[in-house]
């Protein structure tokens, strides 16, 4: 029997444990423990997740919160330093790119439990990115890497990885996608904002570079008054967007406009339906760039760079960055806009869960 400990704490990393969960019957040399760490804590960012993709309950809940990077980072280590010495297990699996993930994985390093990392190898080359530093900082100490394209594959050969430690698997939170797509579609999430299909934009937003920064966020504002003139815009805002917003007084900015709607941030199902029946989604998050490239939307990403190019050579994906010229011409030409390419991205076919899982227990540990 192999022990695994998976270590979630944040939203991104629920529906990525959930398609491992799914599948982890099917597997019963594999023992898998969740160590949630309560980086997320409010019931929207993390209990509605646990309930809507049925994860089991964790066996261990470190309530950990928020903090700064280094108190959020150090809390996590702390608690989970404890939990390792006590309830050691044969193989800690990380997952993405959040404090929680860097947290345990040096944890794990130090006391000689083998890492494995979901979502392994992404690069955006822009260490301003504190995801870009955990990225980079877990897979300098990581064991076995699990990737979800090739881009990945090749920035850890680059960076002197053992091609035999990784393992091209596809994407776990595609998995869950369409394990979820049906449910998804039939709560037509729209239809409670009053809203048509394909006929507004859905927007997301949390990266400190968009939302901590009072120009950035204040053009970001302006750019939605301006869509929203031509496409009813939803918006499920994040709680550190929420905070800023209200500090800049730009929360009631959009609410005066009568074409935005501005909600507490949405649970999985949610967000997946306005995302199938948005016209056209505006974010900065990765998870959605991928989630709209699957489901053949036109994203418009707010950031300059993204560490899954995939997206774009294979999807509708569009770096805009902060260039409000190429943002209104994508709005203008919405319409004529078809996805580039028609078929799959390889791998992201449903079944990189039960890839990872029959790797881990291959392993002889
Ligand atoms: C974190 C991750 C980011 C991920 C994002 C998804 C890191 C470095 N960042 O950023 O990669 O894309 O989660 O949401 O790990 N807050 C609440 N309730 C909560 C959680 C947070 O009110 O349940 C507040 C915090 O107090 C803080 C702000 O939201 O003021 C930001 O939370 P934090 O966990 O620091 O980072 P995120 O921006 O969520």
New binding site residues.
């Given amino acids: 029997m192999i022990t695994i400990d998976v270590i979630a ?4 990393n629920f529906m990525k444990i959930a398609a491992l969960f799914a599948v982890a019957s099917e597997f019963p040399d594999l023992r898998l423990r969740l160590v949630h760490t309560g ?4 019931a ?3 209990d509605i997740f646990m309930n809507e993709l049925n994860i089991p309950e964790p066996v261990c809940h470190l309530g950990v ?3 700064s ?1 280094a108190v ?1 980072t150090a809390e996590v280590m702390i608690k989970y330093e404890k939990w390792i010495i006590n309830n050691r297990p044969d193989i800690v699996l990380v997952v ?6 860097l947290a345990c994985a040096v944890v794990a390093s130090k006391e000689n439990v083998k890492i494995a990392h979901v979502e392994a190898g992404l690069r955006s080359f822009d260490k301003s990115m ?2 870009e530093i ?1 990225r980079i900082i877990t897979d300098s100490i990581c064991d076995y890497f699990y990737v979800t394209e090739k881009s990945a594959l090749n920035n850890l050969i680059r960076e002197g990885h053992s091609s035999k430690s990784i393992i091209f698997v596809g994407n776990v939170m595609v998995d869950t996608l369409y394990l979820m797509k049906q449910k998804a579609d039939s709560i037509k999430a729209y239809e409670k904002y009053s809203l048509k299909p394909n006929q507004y934009a859905y927007i997301t937003l ?3 570079s968009n939302v901590d920064n009072s120009d950035n966020l204040s053009a970001i504002c302006e750019q939605l008054i301006w869509l929203a003139d031509r496409l009813p815009v939803v918006f499920p805002v ?3 967007t929420m ?1 800023n917003l209200v500090t800049l007084s730009l929360e009631n900015k959009l609410l005066s406009h009568k074409s935005i709607t501005l909600t507490s941030p949405v649970g999985y199902l949610e967000s997946l339906s306005l995302q199938m029946y948005a016209k056209i989604i505006i974010t900065d ?3 959605i760039q991928e989630e709209s490239a699957v489901l053949h939307k036109k994203c418009l990403t707010l950031r300059e760079n993204t560490e899954r190019p995939i997206t774009i050579e294979y999807g509708n994906n569009v770096l805009i960055g902060n260039d409000w010229n190429m943002f209104k011409n994508c709005i203008n030409d919405m319409d004529n806009v078809n996805c580039k390419i028609d078929s799959s991205i390889p791998f992201w076919d449903g079944n990189a869960a039960k890839r990872i899982l029959k790797h881990l227990s291959s392993l002889n540990i």
């Fill in positions: 704490g944040a939203r991104p980086q997320h804590y409010d929207a960012m993390s919160g928020g903090g990077h959020q993405g790119d959040v404090n929680s993930t504190p995801e955990n949390h990266r400190p994040h709680p550190r905070k998050s990765g998870g």
